[in-house]
């Protein structure tokens, strides 16, 4: 049976920045509040003319030209996102289309914040089956769409950006990357975060525009409290089904969402901060796109080494939940582009 590895990591991230001071100018909040409720400093907004599929297309281009290998060579193209261009056809095609992936397949992956996890899993699946060698996996997500910017309690958490990964095939059990994943959907808690309109049970109207429809709904604290259990609760079921204790990781690469929230999860885990990628103040949660971003971070930093075992967790939408093992492949990076 082939392994799966991740062979090549880019993102790209929109150059114009929002600041909490910005925000203030914007709603009724503040630097301070911002900051100490959840670890948010600024955000990267995309300008007017770019969507998601500008982004993605960035990142895939950049993880092309790392792995030095021509786009027809992609036998798929997944997309997680919540914000793709448009409802159909599937960002994933549009992608397909720019990059030049002559004769790929691919889809939209729709799981909010767990959304690259799950994209990481389907990518090793269809690796570890024999069927693909090389799929490429993007999270992307242009928030600043969906966000209305008069609710203090939304707008101030979300940003733009684009990461991808090729998850690629290797016969070698020595260069095998995905070790196991535990992945659940949960209904029940689907109201507590979502963007009621534009879809089949209420399309686009007058009345769903001027009822504020088209934007990100949340109970912060539902989701809160669901987030802090799941992350934690998901990390160490994965941990020990494979016998692994936090001794073995070498960084936990969790979704970006709230400070409070990665600590709380993490404390419960016992995982010493300094195991823990934050990067949460420079980007604020970019939702399909935190984890590449968290994890380019820790592999150009030094954090995460060819060889190490990192763990990957997510609670988003829906609600989602997963978490993935791997073990890093991709020697050091020799600078840029990542
Ligand atoms: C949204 C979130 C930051 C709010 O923080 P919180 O500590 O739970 O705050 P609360 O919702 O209890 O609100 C406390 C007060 O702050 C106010 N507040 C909310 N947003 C504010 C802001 N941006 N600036 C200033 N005050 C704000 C509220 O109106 C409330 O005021 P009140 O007490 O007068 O009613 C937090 O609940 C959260 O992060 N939830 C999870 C969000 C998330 O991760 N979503 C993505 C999932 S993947």
């Known amino acids: 049976m082939p392994h799966a590895k991740i062979s090549a990591l880019g993102c790209y991230v929109p150059s114009g920045v929002m600041t909490n001071q910005d925000l203030e100018r914007i709603v009724d909040t503040s630097h301070d509040w911002i900051v100490e409720r959840t670890g948010i400093e600024q955000r990267h907004i995309a300008p007017k003319d770019v969507a998601t599929s500008d982004m993605a297309v960035e990142a895939a281009r950049i ?15 997944l997309v997680c996102t919540v914000t793709p261009d448009m409802l159909f056809p599937a960002t994933a095609c549009l992608v397909q289309n720019r ?3 002559r004769g790929a397949w691919g889809f939209d992956l729709i799981a909010a914040c767990s959304g690259f996890v799950f994209g990481l899993t389907t990518a090793a699946h269809f690796i570890m089956g024999g069927t ?3 799929v490429l996996v993007i999270g992307a997500d242009t928030m600043s769409r969906i966000l209305n910017y008069k609710d203090r309690a939304t707008c101030v958490l979300f940003g733009d950006a684009a990461g991808a990964v090729l998850v690629e095939a290797t016969d070698d059990p020595a260069e095998a990357g995905f ?3 535990l992945n659940e959907i949960d209904g029940s808690g689907g109201d507590f975060l979502r963007m009621p309109a534009g879809g089949s049970r209420m399309p686009a109207s007058h009345d769903t525009i001027d009822q504020d429809m088209h934007s990100v709904h949340q109970e912060g604290q539902q989701v809160f409290k669901y987030a802090v ?9 994965l941990l020990a089904k494979h016998n692994l204790t936090i001794n073995d990781i070498a960084m936990l690469i969790p979704h970006q969402a709230n400070r409070r929230i990665i600590t709380a999860a993490a404390d419960r885990l016992g995982i010493p901060p300094e195991k823990v990628l934050i990067n949460i103040n420079r980007y604020g949660n970019t939702t399909g796109a935190t984890i590449p971003l968290a994890t380019r971070d820790a592999w ?12 990957f967790a997510a609670v988003g939408a829906g609600f989602t939940v997963g978490a993935n093992l791997w073990r890093w492949q991709m020697d050091s990076p020799n600078g840029p582009p990542v």
Do not use: C, F, W
């Not at 259990?229 to 079921?237: A, C």
């Open 300 to 311: 150009t930093q030094g954090k995460i080494r060819k060889g190490d075992i990192v763990l």
């Open 132 to 134: 693909h060698k090389r």
């Open 99 to 101: 990059i030049g992936a």
């Open 179 to 181: 070790l196991g994943h």
């Open 229 to 237: 259990r799941k992350m934690y609760e998901v990390s160490r079921d």
């Open 63 to 77: 993880v092309l030209e790392q792995r030095g290998i021509p786009a027809n060579t992609v036998d798929a193209v």
